[in-house]
């Protein structure tokens, strides 16, 4: 089993679910505070992969549900330095297992990745109101 470094939001609903479906697993899951990481360019980016840039944002980030924000507009660099001084906005969760690094929570990456102890359906990603 792996050893997942755990980006969430602290108290976060849907981070803790997924916490749950990685501990089931037989992961040891090590939580962090994605919110008060001091990042830096060279911290962040290796999370994103080969994804678009507007994959890199949290869709349910208020600024983004309003409009006020608008992924698609970003290029890399200035994604980046908008996530930094804004961390509420980074998809989450963020999770490292050795050197791999991913963002968000897609249940079929995370299975093929690492394993999960049960198939889940559909999106889990976000912070539902409890």
């Given amino acids: 089993m792996a050893t997942v ?6 108290g976060c609903a849907g981070n803790a679910r997924q916490k749950r479906l990685l501990t089931d697993a037989g992961h040891e899951v090590e939580p962090r505070d994605l919110l008060s ?3 830096t360019a060279q911290s962040l980016r ?3 992969g080969d994804r678009p840039v507007a994959d890199w944002f ?3 980030a208020p600024s983004v549900k309003s409009g ?10 200035s994604a980046l330095r908008a996530l930094i001084a804004t961390p509420l906005l ?5 999770m490292q297992v050795g050197e791999r690094r991913e963002t968000g929570f897609e249940p079929a990456l995370v299975e093929a990745w ?5 198939p889940v359906e559909g999106s ?3 912070c539902p109101r409890q």
């Fill in 58 to 60: 949290n869709k349910a």
């Fill in 68 to 77: 006020e924000i608008d992924p698609g507009s970003f290029d890399e660099a």
């Fill in 90 to 94: 980074i998809r989450r969760p963020l």
């Fill in 46 to 48: 290796p999370f994103f």
């Fill in 5 to 10: 470094i755990f980006y969430e939001k602290p």
């Fill in 124 to 126: 889990i990603e976000g």
């Fill in 114 to 118: 690492i394993g999960l102890a049960e």
């Fill in 37 to 39: 990481e001091p990042w």
